[in-house]
């Protein structure tokens, strides 16, 4: 007796183990078992960074389609080669043009990106590709008077935004979302003529239609401001309110909103 009753606990545990390793297995089966056009889908769902970026390092498949311009544009300053490929352009303003209302567009960490009175009429998102903001810089020389103007709603993400003279970033109109940045201005003695973030929006402003927002404003998110007379600069209807700041050993990191009182 004792005999069959040490085979029936073996042959259980044979069949509990079996059933949960198939278990544990199916999963990674069904969702690679999904045709290109279902997985793509289910990619453009993922926040680019860092879900659909990570899900790019899985395969060499999931490579491709996390990666398609479908989910999102590129920009590859100092790679010439890949220029060829659908979807990546030598410069940011090259980008904006060919984006459709809705795109998110990958910049290239490395070296810095030329960026002078760049218009953004869509709603657009712009991420910089490296690990931190100070990896992928956008550059504003002095002759311009920002680096970006914002006409309709937009995000900023892992990015560094320099300007000698003037703004980073001109806000027209549209909510803009600036997350985990940096914004750096001119220092002394020219610092009374810079300002990271100028929002110029106003009820009595108006826009073509195709630009137009109902909910104008500035929302900024665990960013680095340095340098320039004041953080924001507005000369519409917008007023700085809900200001946070947290001190860190080598910065100051900010959270406000610039909104209709």
Same mark, same amino acid.
């Given at each position: 007796?004792?005999?069959?009753?040490?085979?029936?606990?073996?042959?259980? $545990?044979?069949?509990?183990?079996?059933?949960?390793?198939?278990?544990?297995?199916?999963?990674?089966?069904?969702?690679?078992?999904?045709?290109?056009?279902?997985?793509?889908?289910?990619?453009?769902?993922?926040?680019?960074?860092?879900? &659909?970026?990570?899900?790019?390092?899985?395969?060499?498949?999931?490579?491709?389609?996390?990666?398609?311009?479908?989910?999102?544009?590129?920009?590859?300053?100092?790679?010439?080669? &890949?220029?060829?490929?659908?979807?990546?352009?030598?410069?940011?303003?090259?980008?904006?043009?060919?984006?459709?209302?809705?795109?998110?567009?990958?910049?290239?960490?490395?070296?810095?990106?030329?960026?002078?009175?760049?218009?953004?009429?869509?709603?657009?998102?712009?991420?910089?590709?490296?690990?931190?903001?100070?990896?992928?810089?956008?550059?504003?020389?002095?002759?311009?008077?920002?680096?970006?103007?914002?006409?309709?709603?937009?995000?900023?993400?892992?990015?560094?935004?320099?300007?000698?003279?003037?703004?980073?970033?001109?806000?027209?109109?549209?909510?803009?979302?600036?997350?985990?940045?940096?914004?750096?201005?001119?220092?002394?003695?020219?610092?009374?003529?810079?300002?990271?973030?100028?929002?110029?929006?106003?009820?009595?402003?108006?826009?073509?239609?195709?630009?137009?927002?109902?909910?104008?404003?500035?929302?900024?998110?665990?960013?680095?401001?340095?340098?320039?007379?004041?953080?924001?600069?507005?000369?519409?209807?917008?007023?700085?309110?809900?200001?946070?700041?947290?001190?860190?050993?080598?910065?100051?990191?900010? $959270?406000?909103?610039?909104?209709?009182?």
């Amino acid at each position: 007796m004792e005999v069959e009753e040490e085979k029936l606990k073996q042959t259980k $545990w044979k069949r509990r183990s079996s059933s949960s390793s198939s278990s544990s297995k199916s999963p990674s089966c069904l969702i690679n078992n999904l045709d290109d056009g279902c997985l793509m889908h289910i990619f453009s769902f993922l926040p680019p960074i860092p879900d &659909r970026y990570n899900s790019a390092l899985v395969c060499h498949r999931w490579l491709f389609l996390a990666c398609h311009p479908r989910l999102w544009l590129r920009v590859e300053r100092s790679i010439k080669d &890949r220029l060829e490929e659908p979807g990546v352009f030598p410069d940011i303003e090259t980008a904006v043009a060919a984006a459709r209302p809705g795109d998110t567009i990958l910049i290239a960490a490395g070296g810095r990106h030329l960026a002078s009175n760049i218009q953004i009429k869509k709603r657009l998102c712009l991420i910089g590709g490296g690990e931190l903001p100070d990896e992928t810089t956008l550059f504003c020389s002095r002759a311009s008077d920002s680096a970006l103007e914002l006409l309709s709603t937009c995000k900023l993400a892992n990015l560094t935004v320099k300007a000698e003279l003037g703004c980073c970033l001109l806000h027209r109109n549209g909510r803009l979302t600036i997350e985990g940045c940096v914004l750096q201005c001119e220092s002394n003695p020219l610092d009374h003529l810079s300002c990271p973030i100028v929002s110029t929006a106003s009820a009595q402003t108006v826009f073509p239609s195709s630009v137009k927002c109902s909910e104008d404003g500035v929302s900024v998110f665990r960013t680095r401001i340095e340098g320039g007379a004041k953080a924001v600069l507005t000369s519409g209807d917008l007023t700085l309110q809900r200001v946070r700041v947290i001190y860190a050993r080598t910065s100051i990191f900010f $959270w406000f909103d610039v909104e209709h009182q």
